[in-house]
């Protein structure tokens, strides 16, 4: 397989905030973009041993032909080395260096064929895939209302660029910032819209009633209480879309167990140090697992796509109503390990005894003769996994 990346080189290094840091990277080898959908990321390849992956939003407008832009937040990730993902960016990187990276992902992406109005709720540098998606809606007609939360002005990144794309909007664009603890400086300059949490009064106040699309990103915490916010308002949780900062998981299922379980960063034991502590970084895969309709197991039919989990003794139908073998097997009551959910770090990889399987998307690094990655695969007829 060819190396899926490329040589890019840091063209521009700007601060955002206190502990932001966007980075505007163009190819080094002439040749155009890879195109880009709103709400995407892309993966970058760390000069360490082993090559560490670690997955940034594209930050800035994806119609831009001339290069991307990731806008990342520092955190010391414990365990890991400093000077590893963010750090290494931060303190490390300067204009004029190479990075490695490679085509963007993530099914996390803006409903262009929709005309309803949209709601971009961010939490801190969840703003990054949000402020793709204003850049691509700046374009159009829909009515579009941009939330953010911050904790303070001095963490708060991208505000003048989210401005200005409002103010240049006639008002289809409404921008509205919350401050959880502002500081006097902050209270003095008046640069934020109201101060504490995002909760329904504030939303029910903000927005006209219809029915809306929403995209959220964030931290985990606040993810969990704009989901339990939005479906407690009456949306449908169709109409909402979202994505992690860590390992993929399904937001209903935590808003169901609870604030303490969505609090808990799990990373899983087999996870390759290449994506062990993604749960600090950017790891979208668009909306988790469907938990509102779980794919049932079926008896495996003897003329269609089948599916033998060889250790749990059990054969079950291939459903197209699965997105993958991970999901079919999630379906069948099985718990394989996984992390990324989009194909990046083959925690998810399992045996192949028997049969062919087809990729929905290219794996970054192939799995090993004899393997399958679950998370981004479907069987062409029977198949055997070690599972």
């Known amino acids: 397989m060819a190396d899926p990346f490329r040589p890019f080189t840091v063209a521009r290094k700007v601060r955002e905030s206190e502990v932001i840091t966007s980075f505007h990277l163009v190819p080094q080898d002439g040749a155009a973009l890879w195109p880009a959908l709103p709400g995407q990321y892309l993966t970058l390849r760390l000069p360490a041993p082993g090559g560490p992956l670690r997955t940034y939003s594209i930050s800035s ?6 290069g991307y832009r990731i806008s990342v937040k520092r955190e010391a990730a414990p365990g890991l080395p400093e000077g590893l993902g963010s750090c290494w960016l931060h303190d490390r990187v ?14 996390f992406v803006l409903d262009e064929a929709s005309d309803r109005p949209v709601l971009l709720l961010a939490g801190g540098v969840g703003v ?9 809606l700046a374009r159009g007609k829909r009515r579009v209302y941009f939330v953010q939360a911050c904790e303070n002005g001095a963490v708060h990144a991208l505000r003048e660029e989210v401005a200005a794309l409002a103010a240049a909007s006639d008002g289809r664009i409404v921008a509205r910032t919350l401050y959880r603890a502002p500081s006097a ?3 003095a300059a008046g640069a934020y819209d109201a101060e504490g949490l995002v909760d329904a009064a504030f939303l029910q106040g903000l927005l006209p009633l219809d029915r809306y699309e929403a995209y959220l990103c964030g931290p985990t915490p606040f993810m969990v209480a704009m989901w339990r916010l ?5 949306l449908r949780e169709d109409d909402i879309r979202y994505e992690f900062f860590g390992k993929q998981t399904s937001l209903p299922r935590l808003a169901a167990e609870g604030a303490r379980a969505a609090l808990r960063a799990h990373v899983p034991a ?3 140090a290449a994506i062990a502590r993604l749960a600090y970084l950017t790891n979208p895969a668009a909306r988790g697992i469907e938990e509102s309709s779980p794919v049932p197991p079926v008896a495996a039919p003897a003329d269609g796509p089948s599916v033998v989990f060889a250790r749990s003794g059990r054969e079950v139908a291939w459903t197209d109503s699965a997105a993958n073998l991970l999901e079919l097997a999630e379906a069948a009551g099985l718990e394989p390990e996984f992390s990324c959910r989009a194909g990046l770090c083959n925690t998810c990889r399992t045996g192949l005894s028997e049969g062919r399987v087809t990729y929905l998307e290219p794996p970054l690094t192939d799995p090993p003769a004899g ?4 998370c981004c695969s479907r069987p062409e007829g029977r198949v055997v996994l070690d599972l």
């Open 371 to 374: 393997t399958v990655l679950l």
């Open 185 to 187: 400086a902050d209270r």
């Open 61 to 66: 407008d994806v119609a831009d032909g001339t």
């Open 94 to 107: 300067a204009e004029g260096d190479t990075v490695e990276i490679a085509a963007p992902r993530g099914s």
């Open 128 to 136: 990054t895939p949000l402020l793709s998606m204003l850049h691509r």
């Open 270 to 272: 087999g996870a390759p």
């Open 230 to 234: 939005l479906t407690g308002l009456g």
